[in-house]
């Protein structure tokens, strides 16, 4: 009679491999902090995400094509991007180059969009918001696969990918929430002050750039304090 090879349970392996993972982040602050960095990143740009067809559709210069227009910048932005990445030089300190290239991207796009009603300066936006990611997300690489030993790379990228990740669903959710039950009912009834109205415009459309306004104040201040704390490294 023949034994039966003992195999031992995959939920406990993935269980004891995904304890390794998050005791290494534990013991490297730095990776840590850069990968919750970029889970509030994703966060703020999926809520913008959201906000962005809310804004564009409904504007009298806005439309379905025009969204299409907009949103097709960030993927020329990217292209742009990357080709940029193959010919900078190699930074002094990579992690002062993640941080500040995400303040750029999320005080300017976020800003111009906020307050401009031009389709124009809405690609512009997208642009400059999206052409230093790929800038950004190489010198995150580069220090992730450094710092990582390469046997551990496999189950420390899979923490980072839930760490870094599971802000999207919620982001998106927070987006559409705000500007549906917040934003468009508050500048319904409060729309008419004059200061809202030069900076956000009147009718269906300006509580998502009021939104948007929101998202840029609280994406950059939370640059900036991460900033400081990774200046640290």
């Excluded at 490297?28 to 564009?56: C, E, H, K, R």
């Excluded at 993927?75 to 303040?103: D, E, F």
């Excluded at 980072?160 to 917040?182: A, C, E, H, S």
Aim: hydrophobic share 50%; aromatic share 10%; net charge positive.
């Amino acid at each position: 009679m023949k034994i039966p090879e003992y195999k031992k349970d995959k939920s406990e392996r993935v269980l004891v491999l995904a304890k390794e993972g998050l005791t290494f982040l534990k013991k490297n602050q730095l990776i840590l902090t850069l990968i919750l960095f970029m889970s509030g990143i994703n966060f703020v740009a999926s809520a913008f995400d959201a906000v962005l067809p809310g804004y564009v559709l409904p504007n009298p210069k806005g439309g379905s094509t025009v969204l299409g227009i907009v949103t097709s910048c960030s993927g020329a932005a990217m292209i742009v991007g990357s080709l940029a990445v193959s010919v900078l030089p190699k930074p002094k300190n990579r992690v002062r180059v993640i941080y500040l290239t995400m303040l750029f991207s999320l005080g300017t796009e976020n800003f111009l969009l906020a307050f401009s009603r031009e389709p124009l300066l809405w690609c512009i936006g997208q642009f400059i918001g999206w052409v230093v990611v790929p800038i950004m997300s190489a010198n995150l690489d580069v220090i992730l696969r450094t710092a990582i030993p390469v046997e551990l790379q496999g189950r420390v990228y899979a923490c980072r990918n839930t760490l870094q990740f599971f802000t999207i669903p919620i982001g998106l959710f927070v987006g559409g929430f705000m500007v549906d039950q917040v934003c468009e009912p508050f500048m319904g009834v409060h729309g008419d002050l004059t200061i809202l109205k030069t900076l956000f415009g009147t009718g269906k459309g300006s509580g998502a750039a009021l939104m948007m306004l929101i998202l840029g104040i609280n994406g950059s201040l939370f640059c900036i304090i991460t900033g400081k704390k990774l200046k640290k490294y």
